[in-house]
């Protein structure tokens, strides 16, 4: 089974239901479970490029131990805390590391499921989905599709303005009021553009027959089978099995909102 063949609509609804899981607890061996299971199996049954996935992982990681940091310097006293370290206002206690690092680890387990999905999953294909299996109103869809392959055009148009700007000499911003001129004339050319792409896309969709009916016939058929169906229990399985491993190793611990 590789990830790239799941139906998006179950791998999204697989990945959702499985957060709200984990987010209920809230102890570092739920969460570690997870992402070494969801790791494993990025790599494992999915084509990823590890310098790619290290990209996207990077800002969580770094979000991750901005938590980390901060809640174990500045934890939150009580009486009967274990003081670990102190030095003037900064204090470390046990209660603390632990709250730091399972609050890191919850963040870093939910950043790779959230990467899993993207990853390993076509936008369009998703789109299909959603509106095959979710019943997503066709006209929002395709509007969404094509945005999306906006997305490349608009760059280039703005390289190119980049470019024109630097054969007619005109000199690079330094100031604020020079960068807000320098934006106000890169966006005024790029927003007209846009619409004269969204104006002549509209028309060529409406030419071709496209009315933003429900009942339509696709020429991709997005389908789903026990394959899907056995990733979202095989999802529920590890996020389940994980917390009982936590259970069974004395760190089960239920989110109470408190920090």
């Not at 016939?217 to 099995?241: C, H, N």
């Not at 190793?249 to 408190?258: C, S």
Request: hydrophobic fraction near 55%; glycine fraction near 6%.
């Amino acid at each position: 089974m590789l990830l790239h063949e799941v139906n998006p609509s179950i791998k999204a609804f697989a990945i959702v239901i499985s957060i709200l899981i984990l987010s209920v607890f809230f102890d570092p061996i739920t969460p570690l479970i997870i992402i070494l299971l969801t790791v494993t199996a990025t790599f494992l049954l999915a084509t990823v490029s590890f310098k790619k996935w290290l990209l996207l992982f990077a800002p969580f990681l770094f979000i991750a131990l901005m938590y980390v940091w901060s809640t174990m310097l500045f934890p939150r006293l009580q009486e009967g805390d274990n003081v670990i370290w102190e030095w003037g206002f900064l204090t470390m206690t046990a209660e603390g590391f632990r709250r730091g690092v399972s609050l890191g680890l919850r963040v870093l387990s939910f950043a790779t499921l959230s990467i899993m999905f993207t990853l390993t999953t076509k936008p369009t294909d998703f789109l299909l989905s959603l509106m095959q299996q979710c019943k997503l109103p066709p006209k929002l869809a395709y509007g969404i599709m094509a945005g999306y392959r906006f997305l490349p055009l608009i760059k280039e148009e703005f390289q190119t303005l980049q470019n024109a700007h630097r054969v007619r000499g005109v000199a690079k911003a330094r100031t604020i009021s020079e960068k807000v001129k320098q934006l106000k004339r890169y966006v005024i050319p790029l927003l007209a553009g846009a619409i004269r792409k969204a104006e002549r896309t509209a028309l060529a969709m409406e030419s071709k027959g496209f009315t933003g009916e429900k009942n339509r016939i696709f020429y991709r058929e997005i389908t789903v089978t026990k394959i899907d169906w056995l990733f979202f229990v095989l999802m529920i399985s590890a996020v389940l099995l994980s917390a009982f491993i936590s259970w069974k190793l004395g760190y089960l611990q239920f989110y109470n909102g408190e920090l």
